[in-house]
């Protein structure tokens, strides 16, 4: 079985500060990961994803993670965070049976 | 291109009644999720068809939940009675039928069961 964990639920940080929020998971065959955001009473948005080839993607925003097989992590960082990064961030794993399995979300709040 | 479109945004009801919630996927998305996002919690997947086939359904409490998506391309979700568990948000999202590939999700109905 495939599942997501995502360890930390809130993280607050300082604007222009960098951030990492976390996330594994475990999964016995091929991974496809993902990163989808959420603002505020809004839908859920892709934000990047790894399906093959570099290990690190990018985002059109600065966001980025990196497929650490090894230790079975997809953490997604940004080296400078804006007060507009404020929402609501899920780590998510496509399962062999087509479907995505998400984590518990981790809320990033961004303070001037 | 039409993002995939939920109505309504919001519903409020008193426990027993039932309810209904409708999605529109993206044009060419045989595909279509509903999902459902309780507080402080991801998206949970309730159920899936690709064209009018639900071919995952086994989170679906069938008890009092029921979906149907006629024709392969709308779809609507019902709950009859609502119990005030079902309180939560309710995502819809569609993506192309082949391969692995990105889930564009609604902007979601948030009910509220009282």
């Not at chain 1, 497929?67 to 794993?93: G, M, W």
Request: charged share 20%; glycine share 6%; hydrophobic share 35%.
């Amino acid at each position: 079985a495939q599942s997501v964990t995502q360890l930390d639920s809130q993280v607050p940080v300082f604007e222009e500060a960098p951030v990492e929020l976390r996330c594994n998971y475990s999964s016995s065959v091929s991974v496809y990961l993902f990163w989808y955001v959420q603002y505020p009473n809004q839908g859920l948005q892709l934000l990047l994803k790894y399906l093959s080839g570099s290990t690190l993607v990018e985002s059109i925003n600065g966001f980025e993670a990196e497929f650490n097989k090894s230790q079975t992590s997809f953490h997604l960082r940004k080296p400078s965070v804006h007060i507009s990064d404020t929402a609501e961030y899920f780590c998510a794993v496509w399962m062999d049976t087509d479907k995505l399995i998400f984590g518990t979300g981790t809320r990033l709040q961004v303070f001037p | 291109e039409a993002g995939v479109v939920q109505s309504p945004r919001y519903k409020i009801i008193e426990k027993k009644q039932p309810v209904a919630f409708w999605c529109n996927p993206i044009s060419g998305h045989n595909t279509l999720y509903w999902y459902r996002q309780n507080l402080g919690q991801g998206p949970e997947l309730l159920i899936r068809y690709e064209n009018e086939e639900a071919v995952d359904d086994s989170q679906l409490p069938k008890d009092r939940f029921s979906a149907e998506r006629l024709k392969g391309v709308d779809s609507t979700l019902k709950i009859q009675p609502a119990e005030l568990g079902d309180s939560a948000v309710y995502l819809c999202a569609s993506s192309r039928p082949t391969g692995i590939t990105e889930a564009f999700f609604g902007q979601g109905t948030r009910l509220t069961v009282v």
